[in-house]
Structures are given as structure tokens and as C-alpha cells.
T-cell receptor, first 110, second 110 residues
Framework: TQLLEQSPQFLSIQEGENLTVYCNSS?????LQWYRQEPGEGPVLLVT?????EVKKLKRLTFQFGDARKDSSLHITAAQPGDTGLYLC??????????FGTGTRLQVFP | ETGVTQTPRHLVMGMTNKKSLKCEQH?????MYWYKQSAKKPLELMFV???????ENNSVPSRFSPECPNSSHLFLHLHTLQPEDSALYLC?????????FGPGTRLTVL
């Protein structure tokens, strides 16, 4: 079973700052998903990346998939308090199961 | 609101109690999942059901017993739990490669 390491583990920033979180694997991803989990809720899918080198944007969030498909990053521009939450990367295996990363807990202060 | 509901939202039980967690999905999905989320570990897959049939048991102790009477409902029966079983238990459903999570049941075992 592959291990998905995320960094940093915790991140506290002021509103308006930029940040990047990372997801790294011990082997090649088939496809990678990013989820955000807000306090008291379950994770919600943000994006799926499939092709090496792929870049996807979701408003102020930019997702990048490494060329070798062993890493991914999530960049947030001008963070807002509403971005606060736990960010999880996850990989699908056997078509219907997810392995989740260790998570990055983000706190954005006004 | 993701279309997946879980009850109860909070549960406190002693080690000798028997309780059940309930999950219901209103999305018409064929696959349902139980996950465990504890403070010090990544989100862990416990069980997978496809078309009411269990297709994955991720080495979960027998004190956790799942039941899937139909494609819309999933239960997790709990008995003789240990304090280390205290965690957030999340239910999810999926149709293709996106999983929709419920808000979870916060379980505390005394």
C-alpha cells in the first residue's frame, strides 16, 4: 500500500497571504484527488488530476500534478478565513477505493 | 449538504455497551464506505460495499460489524469497544470516481 505524505502538517497564516501545500508518494499515482474538510464536516472533493504536468485552477486555488505523477501541490493565492480546514490528497486504487494522505491543517486568521 | 446523512452526530459509550451508527445516502449511488478518522493517523478505509455486497474489509477488528441492507443504508454495529476506538467515523458513497462524505459521528469510548 502506498504512503501519501503531506507537508506541512500545520500552517497558520494571515488573511491575504499565499501558501503551498504538498503531497508526495512513494510510487506513481494513477490519479490524484484533493479534498477539503471543514470542522464538523466530511471531506469535500476539490479536484481530480490525472495527467502528469496537469494544472487545474479553482478560483484562488491552483493544483499541479508532477510530471512523474509522484507528487502534487496545491497553491492558494490571497488566503481567506473561509479557506480554513484540513486539506487531504487521496489516490484511487482498484477503481473504487481511496488512500488518503496525512493531511495539512490550515488556519487563516483575519 | 452532500446527500449523505449520518446519525448520531455524537456518541459516548462505555466499553461494555452495544451501539450502532447509521448512514443514509440520497444520491442513488451503488457503493458505500466506512472510514475512521483519528487525530494521529490518516483517514483509514474500514469497509466497502458495492451493490450491498462487502468488497473490502481492511483488517478491521470484529468488534466493528457492518451491515448494508440496501444500496441507500449502511450501519456500523459496535460492541465491546476500546478507548483507542474513539474517533470520527465517516460514511461515504460513490458512483464513479468521486466520493461524497457524510458529516461523521464523533465517537468517544470511556
Amino acid at each position: 500500500t502506498q504512503l501519501l505524505e503531506q507537508s506541512p502538517q500545520f500552517l497558520s497564516i494571515q488573511e491575504g497571504e499565499n501558501l503551498t501545500v504538498y503531497c508526495n508518494s512513494s510510487s506513481v499515482f494513477s490519479s490524484l484527488q484533493w479534498y477539503r474538510q471543514e470542522p464538523g464536516e466530511g471531506p469535500v472533493l476539490l479536484v481530480t488530476v490525472v495527467t502528469g504536468g496537469e494544472v487545474k485552477k479553482l478560483k484562488r486555488l491552483t493544483f499541479q500534478f508532477g510530471d512523474a505523477r509522484k507528487d502534487s501541490s496545491l497553491h492558494i493565492t490571497a488566503a481567506q478565513p473561509g479557506d480554513t480546514g484540513l486539506y487531504l490528497c487521496a489516490e484511487f486504487y482498484n477503481t473504487d477505493k481511496l488512500i488518503f494522505g496525512t493531511g495539512t491543517r490550515l488556519q487563516v486568521f483575519p | 449538504e452532500t446527500g449523505v446523512t449520518q446519525t448520531p452526530r455524537h456518541l459516548v459509550m462505555g466499553m461494555t455497551n452495544k451501539k450502532s451508527l447509521k448512514c443514509e445516502q440520497h444520491l442513488g449511488h451503488n457503493a458505500m464506505y466506512w472510514y475512521k478518522q483519528s487525530a494521529k493517523k490518516p483517514l483509514e478505509l474500514m469497509f466497502v460495499y458495492n451493490f450491498k455486497e462487502q468488497t473490502e474489509n481492511n483488517s478491521v477488528p470484529s468488534r466493528f460489524s457492518p451491515e448494508c441492507p440496501n444500496s441507500s443504508h449502511l450501519f456500523l454495529h459496535l460492541h465491546t469497544l476500546q478507548p483507542e476506538d474513539s474517533a470520527l467515523y465517516l460514511c461515504a458513497s460513490s458512483q464513479m470516481n468521486e466520493q461524497f462524505f457524510g458529516p461523521g459521528t464523533r465517537l468517544t469510548v470511556l
